[in-house]
């Protein structure tokens, strides 16, 4: 069973979008539980309000023990902004740790003062996310920058789109949309494969 | 001396843009000190990075105290997720709360769970933040949703706009940057207006 760990000490990076295609992503994979331990249970309520059967389990954290036994994959949302220790607990429990970030300034700092609270040996990636598309040069900026402080990025990223907005509202991953709003899926199913790459490699 | 905290129980909806901005604005009316009391203090961070002396002070929560006495205005930026607790006392102690969300779902589900968690007697506002321009309808979707809800809102809203992401970068307020990246000011400045109006009848 791999543990993958989503998580940040930036609000609204898109830490729930990626939590749950990531799941979308791997269910092609094996089976798999998305744990919510976010207070918001965003990732729980969207799949409440789904219309059909989702390929994957999602549950909250207080109830998801019974559930973990027999899954291949297990994808962890995790709180908004959790203490240093819980981070380090976290990062040291996941095969993997997903780090998404917004191209912009804030969440760049907080990614750098995060940096240094992982576990010494955690495998970790960042993640830009929500990257507004060109002339806009937001997303090679912060590129560059963590780049240049040599933190491991995820060579795919994931576009801003209405499509996720509306994905969210629908309970649906973006890939069950409409295909005028199905663009943003290539981005994670890029970042999957590397994902998928990474684990089979730690 | 007028108190305006601005919290909310999702991160990354603006509450850090919108505290700054909302103590340039105040700046004008009187004496403001901005409390970043969000622990990855956005705020201080940004005052630090300022090119040029700003119209009013920002100090983070530990060490706000002594800054406190002979202000008109203090602005309280908040954790990303405070517990209801703590949110039921922010509210009581504040003259207005200043409640950003984003047009999506996610944010908006967190708005409901949040306003029961206010303190009864709290003055409060609901504020769309990077509310995408048309033909996206979805911040008069959130608006109609909070509206049928009879949640108290700001006539005023927030344009999502590339000058803020710039205004984070330099340590600026947006009305200090060149004219194409300042039309986000006029927003902050329609909301600023209804603060004042609010702080007066109340």
Known sequence: MKV?????????CGKSVT????????????????????????CENWSKRSP?????????????????????????????RPASHELKEISEGADLTVLPCIPDAFSLQAMFSLLSDLHPQAVYRCLLTVCPPAPSKEAIKVRTALEEAQVPLFFGQIRRSAGFVKAIALGLPVCD???KDRMGWRDYETVGKEILTILQVS
Chains 1, 2 share one sequence.
């Open 177 to 179: 949309l409409p295909s």
């Open 4 to 12: 993958i760990a989503v998580s940040g000490y930036k609000g609204g």
């Open 19 to 42: 939590s749950l295609h990531l799941a979308r992503f791997l269910a092609d994979y094996g089976q798999v539980l998305l744990i919510d331990s976010d207070p918001n249970r965003s």
């Open 52 to 80: 059909k059967p989702l390929p994957f389990t999602v549950v909250n954290e207080k109830g998801a023990t019974r559930y973990i036994p027999g899954n291949d994959y297990l994808v962890l949302d995790t709180p908004a």
